[in-house]
């Protein structure tokens, strides 16, 4: 029996991931530029077991849902055919935060799995075979395989998709400030969501503006222009949210005019945004495919953002999680020897 | 001294007025559609009295806001001016509904002034002359003008950009349940919002596309084809807020990434619609530039419709007018008569 444990971190998205151009790869319509989380990490387990029946996976200690425990599976399929292996494995993972509230659980969780699954099975691949390795098992989890901060080259087929270090974690003292207003399941899954991009009229539109956004996001991280990035940060995410809520499509038998991710509070917390830079407080938002508000300063306003925060009402509800630039995925052997 | 009053109702756009041609004007960049709303309405009473130094201007009972009396005078100055006179008028105004929460009372207040005044200053004008008026006062009431269903023809200049009359009141019986969950104001004014549209990246795309979504709904209305009629509605309202959401701006001295008309009732609204409909009632909402949600549906579903609004948590707070297509703007002595 050979076992490995890895921890990787979630990473939140600057340019985001949004439209694929091949789902069965996950290969994106567009680059993406993001941070690694220190703050919001999961662990993982892998035991290669000839005395197992079949794979099993396990989260937090209890069986994985089913959805999961596939998506897991067949990931390490892929691993166990590079490593030409047909042995059954035992997968124990957990997240130290909670999962399905835009907090990227996937992109830890596959990034992670595909450390552990590699080392346990014996292979040794370079950061860019992980990366390209993790991007099979959830697109975004190919950003998590390194620190700081890190962009994901769309690339034009499996082995030129994969997402290289832009700049290390001591790089900029940028803090997010995730504030998770609900732990309610989202009603379409990102998964979905990727597919129904192209059904929004302003698609086009926002694929041909890719190139420049990029460049910008890319430009300003690399010079710490914080007033820059904060501002074309702000405008993609919105960018993406009006794709999601012009995005019309059928769900369980009924039409819907678009996917609407933003809670009551998500909306709440973007005007108070707009009040609190009218107040001269330099922040900036961004927001995944859920209803957590992620706010973006630097480390000496971090403690008058997290102030305001709290003084709105109703905040007592919410969980706050501090998140700086985070460390890359690594073999917890490599952690402990540190 | 003559004196003359007049009625006028809101009403609600199905394809949207967002983003002028030409301002001083109101030329509209595309042409509309709405339905005169028989609930919310504006009664005006103009009088001209060479007895006043000045123009005076009362709202329900009070001096009105001097921003909202400017405008009043702006627009008597202009029939005035058609009619020869430089007598000083003396303007009573009052709507049945609250102002500034979406309902468009400019639309009532302006179709009622408009109404009004000409006839007090003795003019007789044909509905068409009197929507090329309204519309200078205040874009959208040239619509209110008319009863029923409406047409508002963006024109190429002052005289061809007008309302016409698309199908009476008695044509489709449609039910607009306005539910205005907060009467708080706005933060950017509508007139601000019009001027700010072209900064959405995706404001190129959207005008390319009336066209289409004019002839569209034209077509299911004419048909009373319900099921076309609130797809095409609802995706046109969420493009419309998808350009407000990206149309960065310059607010007291702050950035601002969007304008954000929507409140945290608003979303709780939509997300319940979404739910509604997959448990197969058939409605729809559209939105204008504020945070009311008008939800659409036929007469025979409004019952069900309403005790789904009332049964959702806060809905205590909130006001519900039911509103039905209503009659153009007409004086008040035509009213008596019938």
């Keep these: 029996m050979s076992r490995a444990s890895a921890r ?16 069965a790869l996950n290969l994106p319509t567009n680059s993406s530029i993001s941070m690694t989380l220190d703050a919001a990490h999961t662990t993982t387990c892998v035991e290669i077991d000839p005395g197992l029946e079949k794979d099993e996976v396990w989260m937090s200690g209890e069986p ?19 490593a030409g292996s047909a042995t059954p494995a035992r ?25 552990a699954a590699s080392a346990a099975l014996g ?24 620190a700081g901060f890190v962009e994901w080259h769309a690339g034009q087929d499996d082995h030129s998709s994969f997402a290289t270090q832009l700049a290390d974690a001591r790089h900029w003292n940028l803090v997010d400030l995730a504030v998770l207003v609900t732990e309610r399941e989202k009603s379409v899954r990102s ?23 990029l460049a910008e996001v890319r430009q300003a991280l690399l010079k710490r222009d914080f007033h820059r990035f904060g501002r074309e940060v702000e405008t993609e995410a ?16 009924a039409w819907q005019s678009g996917i609407f991710y933003m809670a009551a509070d998500t909306l709440r917390l973007i ?23 992620h706010l973006l ?15 709105l009402e109703g905040s007592q509800d919410w969980r706050t999680i501090a998140c700086r630039p985070g460390p890359g995925a690594k073999l917890l052997s490599e952690i402990d020897a540190t």
């Excluded at 990787?8 to 789902?23: I, T």
């Excluded at 992109?107 to 450390?115: E, M, N, V, W």
């Excluded at 919105?238 to 038998?253: D, K, N, V, Y």
């Design 8 to 23: 990787a971190c979630a990473n939140l998205a600057f340019v985001k991931y949004w439209g694929k151009r091949d789902a």
């Design 64 to 82: 994985a849902p089913g959805a999961f425990a596939s998506r897991v599976i067949a990931h390490l399929e892929r691993i166990r055919s590079l």
């Design 91 to 115: 997968v124990h993972t957990s997240n130290n935060f909670p999962a399905g509230t835009g907090f990227a659980s996937s992109a830890s969780g596959f990034a992670a799995l595909t450390c």
């Design 123 to 146: 292979l040794r691949l370079s950061r860019r075979d992980l990366s390209v390795l993790a991007r099979k098992g959830s697109g975004s989890s190919c950003r998590s395989i390194h």
């Design 191 to 213: 998964s979905d969501g990727h597919r129904l991009a192209a059904n929004s009229p302003f698609w086009p539109s926002r694929t041909r503006s890719m190139a420049s956004r």
């Design 238 to 253: 919105l960018e993406m949210h009006a794709i999601m809520q012009t995005s019309a499509h059928e769900q369980r038998g």
């Design 271 to 293: 005007n108070a945004v707009q009040r609190w830079r009218q107040a001269g407080m330099e922040v900036y938002f961004t927001l995944d495919a859920g209803p957590t508000v």
């Design 297 to 311: 300063c630097l480390e000496d306003q971090s403690g008058d953002v997290l102030d305001a925060v709290q003084s």
